[in-house]
């Protein structure tokens, strides 16, 4: 069959010319936000297009709230014919939820499904598309009507333009609707409409027993699991008052600092593609791609097995090979790194806008976090962040190089595991953990004990909120086409935001 | 030789017809538009009839002489100033009073 | 007959000239190695989007929107008729050769302000307001350029330019015009840095946002027909156009294009998309008082030195 | 065929052209259309230019009024609402309107109805519309309901909207007057015709007359421009210390 799966290198050049083209935009509901960067980049045959009506296939990533359906099903009946959706999910936080997530099986009937959160899957599966069935979009219902109000005082007698974006953009990761009201090509004001990508994972949370609540902090913010695990697994071991050892507590800090760098990365394939700056796309594309590649066979367990409670941590595997991939991955990063504090052209689009002062940051509660960094370093626009972004990564790679040189040096410490006492102590705890966006904060209340066993109280301090609270503050006033730059550049995390 | 044709081809008076008519359209567009930019466009209609009479003539009263063309160019040239600060003046009046509809616009007598 | 083959020969020329430009892009992006890829992509797409539904959205101005691609690849088309190809290879061969392709160039943007303002959006209001802006900004910096060459050749004929090279090429003492001409017809074609008005970010999609099927499908061929008659004409006023040695002068016309075309693809992809402002501060602040520089030195050097003649 | 027969073929539609779309920029609802009407006018045009053996001319005619008209079209959709699509042009479709007026809006004739108690609800209602712009982009007009608005309503919005003033049949009765006059006098008029064809290269003749004879003309053109631009820059130029919002956009942006 022509077109399915890979066409290999001997296939000849008619049946090139015949292979099928699919042009996908994809829906994410707030956990594929690196997924879909990713698969931006792997298949000349698979684009990534703007807008639905260059498309032909939709890629949805679960989970998607009920919230986010009339988007949906808006995009889904903007593709022109043919038209083919696939469903990429499977995440197990459906099982507990309280709060109704979108049933899309039963919206797309004749959808596909992936249940694996992996590029190679969906490859393997798009390019038979066309053997499919067609969807037929559900027609849609009554759209409910915001209000915007809009300033008074103008100085052309023009009426301003209200600009409605997303909720399905591609400026920070997951769903969020902005409403520009624009003099023309500047901002006058912004209205946040949040609450696509809710969950309610303290709901959950609070339902859940201690077992099942360490598989849903993990999903505190899909894109950064083991932080979000990690600041549960602190507070439990911390209520227990178990200390963990060095060993152990090592090899969490680097899987964190990993992590983060990560992140930092598809956050910038992401950023550059917005800036359509090819250079830095594909310089951070390779990044990003070679440090995944090198994490998933880093440790001899993966992390979601051992950053459990009263669990040791596992060695790291063919030390030397990695450690001089590593080595290769740091020294690209420090290019990296010299190229966006030095680029002329990258400045000319990043410098001076965006401008967050340390007081205003203050005001509305932020004293951490790349973004506060780049304020107290730097001038605080977009290319300060940029660069303390990039120069985060370099020491957090620093910091995993060292370390795990040192755990490649000296053999595992501790074997022993711990039988995991799920007995937890009535008391209330707060611990946190620096995640790629900011500090994560978990208070935890354990005031009695109840079937299931779980917490009686959640309390997540979220970096990306106070982020959002300064964006009508810190978009008025900007240029159009600056005010998407802005909003990417805070790196802002949905599901984080709406919980 | 014909004002109607000239080698088989239209002659002088077609495109003087096609002038006059235009000249007309023109002329009814300035009186009765209400809004100062529909004003000038027809003004520029009235112009352009104007042009192509003056071209008509050149081609069949004095190819030979291409004076006729620099005066199209000229007038041309003038057209576009005077489209220019028509603009301006009505963007003034419009952001004065947040419409250009002349039948308003009785201040600028005074 | 001939008045029906010079069209069909001019149009033929045009798409396998397009298909090219497709090829040089694709080659950019996904590197030399995939060669064969870069050479079946562009066509794979095309007839991706041939089966494609053309769809017209609900609320837009039928008759514009419906035309607009048309109208747009008349235009190219028409603008093709004054390249030479070749020493008597020409369509069209006015006195003002020239002067026709200049003029010709601001139809293109009617285009697409129609197509964008056709469909019954606000981003598409936004990116007609872009485009338009951009028409008054590079019609100057453009024309300034061209006149370098012709000030040289005392014509407007294209042919005629393309004969005076025959000793020199004019780039080697106009490098400035051409670096002038090379930016305003990245500007012109709507090409990367400067593509804010069909921009996917923040007007998602802008003019196109609404196009599908075939009708996108024509756009970005004139689209890239554009781009590849504006390197044609760069050939022509600075390169000496069919001119080179054993060669014919098809063969050399078409292997300058495809080489000046590849190498501003390239220096353009190191920038990333500039804001509208930014852009027409370029032309304004930079082009424009660089383009009457060019002008003053080309005139000093074409009265003093002989080799200018 | 001979070369006459189609040379007469393209005279009779390229004038075709010119007059119904000149006409058609008079009679359309909208803006953008008007400009693109008048900008396909001076095309055609062109295209007579060249029949007449004028091809400098024609370019010139292009290149002028292409770009010119664009532009005067951007101000008009700035100053007369028009936010794109078929909305202006679908208006009089939609609002189910008859008679006379069927082409284009016009100023009601005859006195305006008496007022109602509400008759100051209208403001409102528009202002509602500007409103509640939250629609991904678009208009739709059907949920305008023209049915429900009382005479005076239908009159204030009437005036609001009107293309033309009162005078349209006056102006349209003078048109054709001086479009007739003009005919006649063409038709009496003896012209002195020259049956030679122009033979020389224009752009080189044109060129050399414009620096020689019509030099101080040229030069005057020139300055005619330094001035126009200084002007149009005083005219059009923001004045940000002393901005006179007017009353009426003052309330159109409040929340009802």
Known sequence: ?499 | ?110 | MSVFITPLFVVCVLLVGTYFIAVIEQLLRLGLRSIGIALTLPLANAIRLLYQEDLTPRGADFFLFRSAPFIALAVVSLVALVIPLGPTLIAFNPSIGLFYFIVLLSPFVVAITNAAWSQNSKEGLFATFRAAAYLISYEVPIGFAAIGPVMATQSLSTQRIVEVQAGLWFVVWQPLGLAIYLIAALFVSFRHPFDSALAGSELEGGAFAEYSGGRLLLFKIALAALFLLLMAMGVVLFFGGWQGPVLPGPLWFALKTFALSALVLWLAHFFPRLRHDQMLTLSWKILLPASLLNITLVGILTLTIPVGR | ?256
């Open chain 2, 1 to 110: 030789m014909s004002w109607f044709t000239s080698s088989g081809g239209p002659g002088l008076l077609p495109y003087l017809l096609v002038g006059a008519i235009l000249f007309g359209i023109g002329v009814t567009g300035v009186l009765s538009q209400r809004n100062s930019l529909m004003i000038l466009m027809s003004i520029e209609i009235i112009i352009n009839a104007a042009i192509l009479t003056l071209v008509a003539f050149w081609r069949f009263v004095r190819p030979d002489q291409f004076d006729a063309q620099v005066f199209v160019i000229i007038i041309v040239t003038i057209a576009a100033v005077e489209m220019a600060s028509g603009l301006g003046l009505v963007l003034m009046v419009f952001r004065q009073r947040g419409n250009a509809n002349v039948d308003e616009a009785k201040e600028l007598k005074q």
């Open chain 4, 1 to 256: 065929m001979s070369s006459g027969l189609i040379e007469w073929l393209i005279f009779l539609s390229l004038a075709m052209i010119a007059i119904v779309t000149a006409a058609g920029m008079i009679i359309t609802m909208s803006m953008y259309r008007a400009g693109l009407a008048l900008m396909a006018s001076f095309v055609a045009l062109a295209g007579l230019f060249i029949l007449l053996n004028a091809d400098l001319l024609a370019a010139i005619q292009v290149m002028m009024n292409v770009g010119g008209m664009l532009v005067m079209v951007l101000f008009m959709v700035m100053m007369m609402m028009d936010p794109g699509g078929e909305m202006m042009w679908g208006m009089k479709r939609d609002m189910h309107m008859r008679g006379p007026g069927a082409l284009s809006m016009h100023m009601p004739s005859g006195p305006p109805p008496p007022e109602e108690q509400e008759g100051q609800l209208d403001a409102g209602a528009m202002s509602d519309m500007d409103v509640q712009e939250t629609e991904v982009g678009g208009h739709d007009m059907s949920d305008m309901e023209m049915g429900s608005m009382t005479p005076r309503q239908n009159y204030t919005m009437m005036v609001d909207m009107a293309m033309s003033t009162a005078q349209l049949p006056w102006a349209i009765v003078l048109g054709v007057v001086s479009a007739l006059l003009l005919v006649i006098l063409l038709i009496l008029t003896p012209w002195p015709l020259a049956g030679i064809a122009p033979t020389q290269d224009a752009s080189r003749v044109v060129g050399e007359l414009l620096l020689s004879r019509y030099m101080i003309a040229f030069e005057g053109a020139a300055l005619l421009i330094l001035a126009g631009i200084a002007g149009a820059v005083l005219l059009a130029k923001r004045e940000r210390s002393r901005v006179q919002t007017p009353p009426e956009t003052k309330q159109r942006g409040e929340q009802p």
């Open chain 1, 1 to 499: 069959m022509i077109g399915s799966g890979k066409s290999g290198a001997r296939s000849g050049l008619s049946s090139r010319v015949r292979r099928r083209v699919y042009r996908y935009i994809g829906i994410d509901g707030g956990a594929g936000a690196t997924l879909l960067a990713d698969l931006a980049g792997r298949n000349p045959y698979l684009q990534e297009v703007p807008v639905p009506r260059h498309a032909d296939l939709l890629l949805i990533v679960e989970p998607i709230s009920q919230k986010l359906v009339p988007a949906v099903i808006t995009v889904a009946r903007a593709i022109p014919y043919p038209v083919r959706v696939l469903i990429v999910g499977g995440t197990d936080t459906t099982s507990f939820t309280d709060v109704p997530l979108a049933n899309l099986d039963a919206l797309f009937p004749e959808a596909q499904r992936v249940s694996a959160f992996s590029c190679e899957q969906i490859l393997q599966t798009v390019f038979d598309a066309h053997e499919w069935l067609d969807i037929h979009p559900p027609a849609l219902s009554e759209l409910e009507e915001t209000i915007i109000q809009l300033p008074t005082a103008r100085e052309l007698a023009t009426e301003p333009a209200v600009l409605s974006l997303g909720p399905l953009q591609a400026f920070t990761s997951g769903p969020l609707r902005l409403f520009l009201v624009c003099d023309g090509e500047q901002v006058l004001s912004t209205q946040v409409e949040t609450g696509y990508a809710s969950r309610g994972i303290n709901h959950m949370l609070v339902q859940a027993d201690w077992q099942q609540g360490l598989r849903l902090a993990r999903q505190f913010d899909p894109l950064t699991p083991i932080a979000g695990q990690l600041v549960y697994v602190d507070a439990l071991e911390h209520l227990q008052g178990w200390q963990p050892s060095i060993h152990v507590y090592r090899c969490r800090a680097l899987a964190l600092a990993l992590e983060r760098v990560q992140n930092t990365f598809w956050w910038l394939v992401r950023f550059a593609r917005l800036l359509a700056d090819s250079v830095l796309t594909q310089h951070s594309y390779q990044l990003a791609r070679d440090l995944a590649a090198l994490c998933s066979q880093l440790w001899q367990r993966p992390p979601e097995e051992w950053i459990l409670p009263h669990h040791s941590a596992p060695g790291v595997r063919e030390s030397k090979n990695t450690l001089a991939q590593l080595q290769r991955v740091l020294r690209s990063t420090a290019a990296l790194q010299r190229y966006v504090e030095r680029k002329r052209g990258l400045a000319l689009r990043s410098r001076g806008i965006g401008i967050l002062t340390v007081a205003q940051l203050k005001r509305s509660g932020i004293g951490q976090g790349p973004v506060y960094n780049a304020s107290e370093h730097g001038r605080g626009d977009v290319q300060s962040r940029l660069v303390i972004r990039a120069r985060d990564a370099v020491r957090d790679l620093q910091f995993a190089y060292d370390g795990i040189a040192e755990l490649a040096a000296q053999p595992e410490l501790d074997t022993d595991i711990q039988a995991v006492s799920w007995d937890i102590p009535i008391g209330e705890t707060r611990t946190e953990v620096v995640g790629p966006r900011g500090t994560i904060e978990l208070h935890l209340y354990h005031r009695e004990r109840k079937e299931p066993d779980g917490p009686t109280q959640v309390v997540w301090k979220r970096p990306s909120v106070p982020l959002l609270m300064l964006l009508p503050e810190l978009l008025a006033g900007q240029k159009l086409a600056d005010a998407e730059v802005i909003l990417a550049s805070l790196d802002i995390a949905m599901v984080e935001v709406d919980g």
